[in-house]
């Protein structure tokens, strides 16, 4: 009887298995992830079919509060994507876990170096990047031809940006040059400002990130350069401290109102197919520029923390990331094919060598708001 039963029961527990619902692991996105997470959900489910992947897509403003929120209120989600400069702080506070164990195999190397660097905090790595990016400079090929102004060339200085930027500029109707200055897009507002400094060859930090040098001769020229701009130049629009890249400065650029503007390579695509737009690019003046991008964190708390990871390392695959990803891959090993391998990206990836991250500290989000 004891052994019938035994029967029964072992039976009822393997079908109990073999019928369990998946589970559901969550992750976090920017709202731009919305048109493509349906395609991610269902190329996941093709080779992990014992886990439903749901991805929720936010938009970036106000995102990194709700991180910590949702953190600190012991209700994550499985994943959360994060911008180079959220990682620090969020691993500072003892927000996510750290995925030194789980990376043994992972060839390291092979990720860009500023938004690699950017999930290592303390010698701990807290951060997977799919996202990589450079900050490079748009002209607007229309507004420079009909202004009798050469294109910028490949050695260029920020006195030459200036001249240009003078002579394409007439006041209250085109602006030589656009920049972000909105506090509600720190990131964006670092492209710009942080290469100028680096250009003039500041820095916000020394190389242990334990003093603040921005008020050495360098630095000082930098913020000089950067405010004057607007203060006493005049090449930017009069809506400057208040602009944002995506929302204002790309319309005006499109629309033949900017005739330069610092960003990542995430315009390639758009621009490439909006009617009627000439445009080019080319590395930043003096070259340095703000490296950065987006990696997948675990935060704390997280319900199916080991289901995370296997998608995370799953995703990162130089094949998957090549073809899923929707913004410039973080791995040099993902973009020998196209859309990655266009003129447009190999000089993106030529500027790649002269990037730097913004300091990895956990005090970040607060030290540029400031």
């Given at each position: 009887m004891n052994r019938r039963f035994l029967l029964i029961l072992v039976v009822a527990l393997s079908a109990t298995s073999l019928f369990a619902a998946p589970a559901t692991v969550t992750v976090w996105m920017g709202s731009w992830w919305a048109d493509a997470a349906p395609k991610l959900v269902s190329e996941y489910a093709k080779v992990n079919p014992n886990v439903a992947l749901k991805i929720e897509t936010l938009p970036v403003n106000g995102y990194y509060d709700k991180v910590v929120s949702t953190i600190l209120g012991g209700n994550p989600p499985d994943v959360i994507d994060l911008d180079a400069y959220m990682i620090a702080s969020a691993a500072g506070n003892g927000l996510l876990t750290e995925w030194d164990p789980y990376i043994k195999n992972l060839d390291t190397k092979d990720f860009a170096g500023?938004?690699?660097?950017a999930g290592v905090l303390n010698g701990k790595v807290y951060a997977i990047p799919n996202r990589g990016s450079e900050t490079i400079l748009y002209y607007n090929k229309t507004m420079f031809d009909k202004a009798g102004v050469p294109y910028p060339p490949e050695n260029w200085t920020y006195e030459d940006m200036l001249a240009?930027?003078?002579k394409l500029t007439i006041p209250g109707e085109q602006y030589g040059l656009g920049i972000a200055a909105a506090v509600s897009d720190p990131a964006n507002v670092m492209d710009a400002f942080s290469s100028m400094l680096w250009g003039f060859g500041g820095d916000f930090f020394d190389k242990d990130n334990k003093t603040c040098i921005i008020n050495k001769p360098e630095g000082v020229a930098a913020i000089k350069f950067w405010s004057e701009l607007y203060t006493k130049y005049k090449v930017v629009p009069e809506g400057t401290p208040n602009y944002s890249t995506t929302k204002d400065l790309v319309p005006m650029f499109i629309n033949n109102k900017v005739a330069m503007i610092f960003q990542s390579s995430l315009n390639i695509a758009p621009f490439n197919a909006t009617k009627g737009l000439n445009w080019g690019l080319q590395v930043n003046p003096q070259k340095m520029n703000r490296g950065g991008g987006?990696?997948?964190?675990?935060?704390?708390?997280?319900?199916?923390a080991s289901e995370a990871r296997d998608f995370v390392l799953?995703?990162?695959q130089p094949e998957n990331l090549s073809r899923l990803m929707i913004r410039e891959p973080a791995r040099p090993s993902a973009t020998s094919s196209p859309p990655w391998n266009s003129p447009e990206f190999k000089i993106v990836f030529s500027a790649s060598k002269y990037s730097k991250g913004v300091p990895a500290i956990p005090q970040w989000t607060e030290v540029q708001l400031l």
């Open positions: 500023a938004i690699w660097n240009m930027a003078k987006w990696s997948f964190t675990i935060p704390v708390g997280a319900a199916h799953w995703f990162v």
